[in-house]
């Protein structure tokens, strides 16, 4: 349809009405309610005014007679009894249910004020006047917010304020969340895009969807503020080829989230969140094998040490799910053990047993196993960070090592079914102290389950966890909201990536699967250049990496070098011969190196005994490197 064009009037009127809107619409809350205050006190002694008039049928009649400034009164009563009541919180964009009864509240308290204005004062206000001015109130108050209302939205918001959304997905939740946006405020569907050939070029709900290839071009240039991913029942491989393909554009990216979470069948504007960095991986997890999961859990009494951690608290939730006898929640942290107990109350009826303590106490362990006969304990606790164990190396070989060997001995001691050691991908040739005590507790391990057969000894070894403590992204999330820079150690180092709950899943089954001194290993996938994350981090915000090739970008890469006993890549395996599959896919079982546990046994009684002087840490370091295959001491060893 042919639209005329606009003459130079209309053009004035129009950017008048905007410029009068602006400033409003952008002002301080407090600075719109004060607006709405001297309005409302304004009208009101003409409202009063008027009731006179039609009351009296007379337009030269005066308003409240016999007091000074009547009608000036009636104002002031009017408006601090709707400040009072609320009213002006609610500004002009909610119209609601509390809306309505906090003015009816301010209607009748007006109106019963000017009621004993008349009975307190000589002011002449016949009997009908105050219910007069309470309809007149309310209709006035309703009648002004819906038109400024109106103004602010088709002169400025509808086409300014409003975020403009592509959504990808043109199936039932798309035209959901687009039916949703059109309502809202602060959102405004522009089209969809669709893989699917049959629809291009269609219309659905009002909107043109377009193909993926098409759609690129039109983002490139198109006032296209975000792009929302609209395919639930999507699997991860998917999503992260979408993401890819969508990088170029330079646009925020969110999503909606799994269909397991929209149980409801029912999508929300609510539901709308940032694509889960997860997704990047590409990789969707298997579903576990029920009986491997239920096997050293359900019906039993179960022990986890370092509950309060990252992995250890993941697995309470997890064990939980299997309907555990008793659950031994073991943590030496107080406000760690308080947070995973309280979480875990509310998740299960079943018994939560909180201790705190530390795993370098052999008695106290012995007592707790005994006293709840416990039958299965998972070990996770463990010094991680691999900068603060390299400035410690005592404190870490004590805490990740000894602790491990009294965590083992109290368990063998006291009769326990199953022992599972979470360890970690840098025990492999590891350049750091965190890793070669991880290493050295795997050593103990090994030599327990050699020289008894009354506990299943198992040991786990997998890599980086996304959303644990130390992990790069929730680091990267608060750089990228700072502006920049994002701090990368290396360009090409590298890491394996898993999700925290599909690696407890994998420790569990794995657990499970155990013959004694077995080392298993979880398949991570792919590894990931950390420097490809945060670009990838980056372009879902919306943003664009500042480098030498785009000056104009928004954050920036700032590579800091490695930290001490920090590695490019990690490794999974020592020995890669000796390595075969089990009945999980994601899950191999390796056969490597190890030592009698006599002569282990010399070892960690010394090393129980060290303190953080020179020669004892020179002592230690040179048993790290006999012990442990490729480790090398590094020149920034520290004794703290």
Known sequence: MFHPPRTTHAWIESYSVKSIILPLSTAPRILKQSFLVLMDFLIFPILIWLCYAIRLVNLGVEAVPNIPFGPLWVAAIASLILVACGVYKFIVRTFNEALIAKLALATSLTVFALYLLAYLTPAFIPMSIPLMFGFMMFAWIWFSRGVIRFVVRSQFLSDILRKRVAIYGAGFAGQQIAALLNKSDEHLPVFFIDDNSSLSGQMVGRLKVH??????????????????????????????????????????????????????????ISDIQEVDIIDLLGRDPVP????????????????????????????????????????????????ALYQIEKELCLLSNAEIVPILGTVLDQMKLERVIQQYQVQTIYHAAAYKHVPLVECNPIAGLKNNAVGTAFSLNAAVKQGVETFVLISTDKAVRPTNVMGASKRLAELYCQAMAEAQNQTQISIVRFGNVLGSSGSVVPLFRQQISKGGPITVTHPEVTRYFMTIPEASQLVIQAGAMGKGGDVFLLDMGQPVRIQDLARQMISLSGLKVKDEKDQDGDIEIQYTGLRPGE????????????????????????????YALDEILKLFERIESLTAVEDDVDWALTQLEY???????GNQIQVN
């Not at 992260?240 to 799994?258: C, V």
């Open 211 to 268: 193909n993926a290839k098409h759609a690129l071009k039109i983002l490139k240039k198109d006032t296209v503020d975000e792009i929302l991913i609209a395919l639930p029942s999507v699997g991860r491989e998917r999503k992260s080829e979408i993401i890819k393909f969508l990088e170029p554009t330079h646009l925020k990216i969110t999503e909606l989230p799994s269909l397991t979470r929209l149980v409801d069948g029912e999508v929300r």
């Open 288 to 335: 576990p094998v029920s009986n491997l999961l239920a096997k050293n859990i359900q019906n039993k009494v179960v022990m986890v040490t370092g509950a309060g951690g990252s992995i250890g608290s993941e697995l309470c939730r997890q064990i939980i799910k299997n309907q555990p006898k008793m659950l031994i929640i073991y943590e030496m942290t107080e406000f």
């Open 567 to 594: 590695k490019l890549y990690e490794e999974l395996l020592i020995d890669q011969e000796n390595t075969e599959t089990t009945e999980h896919s994601r899950i191999l079982r390796s056969y490597e190196k190890h």
């Open 627 to 633: 012990y442990v295959d490729g480790y090398h001491r």
